[in-house]
């Protein structure tokens, strides 16, 4: 690749460790590197303008339960007493394996010695046609042409201005995604400024439920439009899916499953109501999109630019980034972590993309520590996630659904009480757990989770394993050593 992009800090001056990303992989990398290196240069690189920020907790800023300042992880001082140069509204396009050099949208590059890329997922948007509403006279306005112009097929009927996709849904007022605290900003401004009392949100799953949450905290009444036939199905079985949509219900609340949105009416490109694919028509100046989240390849992909699959620079893609068990990627002192990367997954053996938190904190710990020349594997992860929704408490870890085709023997152990809202659900495989769902009662999941995780066998035990008073005292001895450990402790 030609270097013709301007050195940002002189040619010379090459940067110990590059870090694309600000966030849960980004910073833990950074901060891991400090631990070993306490004096290579390090810049972190992001096109956000935030310090490094909870991404989890944006909903909880947007129902008003946090302030702006409590959203923060890091402060000013966390960067220079680590002596880590953060370089905020730095959109990263693509990156010069051959000259290692990261090149900016402003074609500037910052040389590096180890890179790695944490730059997360990004939304999905969904198309759907958008029309302009009937009864409006700005049919041929110039945003009207503009989204038309977006869109060849939708070009063909002069009666459809556009449709919602990646390039050109922040156009459209009233309508957005909710995966970063900008999001959450625009989201909370426009609910103040035109008094939103009613609003939707496209896809119950993760951030579709959190970001209903927030919404209903704030006394706004809430649409759910989901395609699979229960919310959060990817995680939850159609009990524990039961109880979160009867308490929504029930809180006048809507919840269409098996459906989606087959047309969005604007006028003057602002949201007016949208049609679902049941034919009914809802009335909303207020949708979020929430149909899920994917590895955000885009910077690979622009430097995966005409170099052939079989070449040594080119970046090796999956659904994200591959990487090994050091988060290293197929082109030599390139690391990746987090979202954007598709690494081990414990549970089921296979590479995936597991996009939580927790994970990507510790594959950045993992990535950072070899970054700087250490050893440290990453044995893989699975997914986990805790989500509290009108006031019930919600866990669910591993494969809570196994699939049809999963050979071995699989055992489900059911505990369904919904008129206590409460359900515990063990999905055993060959008499070891790979999946819970607690909902209510969450207070033994670190204990599951260990079950999980050190792949105990608990054939044993398996009788317990769903009762309401499941604890340490019913797990397998063995076991029970590791856990309880102490001066006259007898196990
Ligand atoms: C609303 C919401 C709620 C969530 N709740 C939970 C939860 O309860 N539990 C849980 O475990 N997980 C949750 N998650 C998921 C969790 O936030 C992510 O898994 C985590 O943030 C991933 O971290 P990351 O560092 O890989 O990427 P991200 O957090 O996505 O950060 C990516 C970083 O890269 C930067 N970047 C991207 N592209 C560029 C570019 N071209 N140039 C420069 N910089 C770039 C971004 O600005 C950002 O700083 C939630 C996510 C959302 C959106």
């Known amino acids: 690749m030609e270097n013709k992009s301007k050195l940002y800090e002189g040619k010379n001056n090459i940067f110990d460790y590059i870090i694309i990303g600000n966030s849960a992989a980004g910073l833990s990398a950074a901060s891991s590197i400090r631990t070993i290196d306490k004096n290579g240069s390090i810049v972190v690189l992001t096109n956000e303008n935030y310090l490094n920020y909870s991404k989890p907790l944006i909903t909880y800023y947007l129902a008003g339960r946090i302030k702006l300042k409590?959203?923060?992880?890091?402060?000013?001082?966390?960067?220079?007493?680590?002596?880590?140069?953060?370089?905020?509204?730095?959109?990263i396009l693509k990156i010069d394996y051959a000259n290692k050099q990261v090149i900016t949208d402003k074609n500037t590059g910052f040389a590096y010695r180890?890179?790695?890329?944490?730059?997360?997922g990004i939304p999905i948007i969904p198309k759907i046609r958008v029309s302009e509403s009937s009864d409006s006279p700005s049919?041929?306005?110039?945003?009207?042409?503009?989204?038309?112009?977006?869109?060849?097929?939708?070009?063909k009927n002069k009666s459809i201005p556009g449709s919602l996709d990646n390039s050109n849904f922040k156009n459209f007022t009233g309508i957005f995604t909710f995966t970063c605290l900008k999001d959450a900003e625009k989201v909370k401004d426009y609910i103040t400024k035109n008094n939103i009392?009613?609003?939707?949100?496209?896809?119950?799953?993760?951030?579709?439920?959190?970001s209903a949450e927030a919404l209903l905290e704030l006394g706004i009444k809430v649409k759910i439009i989901e395609l699979s036939d229960r919310i959060l199905s990817a995680s939850f079985d159609k009990q524990a899916s039961s109880i979160i949509e009867n308490e929504?219900?029930?809180?006048?609340?809507?919840?269409?499953?098996?459906?989606?949105?087959?047309?969005?009416?604007?006028?003057?490109g602002s949201l007016e109501s949208f049609q679902l694919k049941s034919g009914e028509?809802?009335?909303?100046?207020?949708?979020i999109v929430a149909v899920g989240v994917i590895p955000d390849l885009s910077i690979a992909e622009n430097s995966n630019n005409n170099i052939k699959k079989n070449e040594p620079g080119y970046l090796k893609l999956n659904r994200g980034i591959l990487v090994d068990e050091h988060m290293q990627t197929s082109i030599k002192d390139v690391f990746a972590a987090g979202d954007v990367a598709e690494?081990?997954?414990?549970?089921?053996?296979?590479?995936?993309n597991i996009a939580i938190w927790p994970l990507a904190v510790r594959q950045g710990d993992i990535a950072g520590a070899n970054m700087a020349g250490g050893n440290k594997?990453?044995?893989?992860?699975?997914?986990?996630?805790?989500?509290?929704?009108?006031?019930?408490p919600t866990i669910s870890i591993g494969i809570t659904n196994a699939p049809d085709d999963m050979e071995g023997n699989i055992e489900i152990m059911k505990d369904y009480k919904p008129e206590k809202r409460y359900y515990r659900k063990i999905v055993i495989h060959n008499n070891k757990i790979i999946g819970i769902i607690l909902v209510e009662n969450i207070d033994r999941a670190g204990i599951y989770n260990g079950l999980i995780r050190n792949k105990i066998d608990i054939s044993n035990i398996k009788d317990n394993l769903v009762k309401e008073d499941f604890g340490i005292i019913q797990l397998p001895s063995d076991y029970k050593k590791h856990l309880v450990v102490g001066d006259g402790i007898e196990v």
Do not use: C, P, W
């Open 70 to 91: 409590d959203i923060y992880f890091k402060n000013e001082d966390f960067y220079k007493e680590n002596n880590i140069l953060l370089k905020k509204d730095t959109n």
């Open 114 to 120: 180890k890179l790695l890329l944490a730059n997360g």
């Open 139 to 155: 049919i041929n306005s110039e945003r009207f042409k503009e989204h038309a112009e977006n869109n060849a097929d939708v070009n």
């Open 197 to 210: 009392t009613e609003a939707a949100v496209l896809g119950g799953g993760l951030i579709g439920l959190k």
């Open 248 to 268: 929504l219900e029930n809180k006048g609340n809507r919840i269409y499953t098996q459906n989606t949105i087959n047309q969005i009416f604007v006028k003057n």
């Open 281 to 287: 028509i809802i009335k909303s100046r207020l949708l």
């Open 343 to 352: 690494s081990f997954n414990f549970v089921t053996g296979d590479k995936s």
């Open 377 to 392: 594997i990453y044995d893989g992860g699975y997914f986990m996630n805790s989500v509290e929704i009108l006031n019930i």
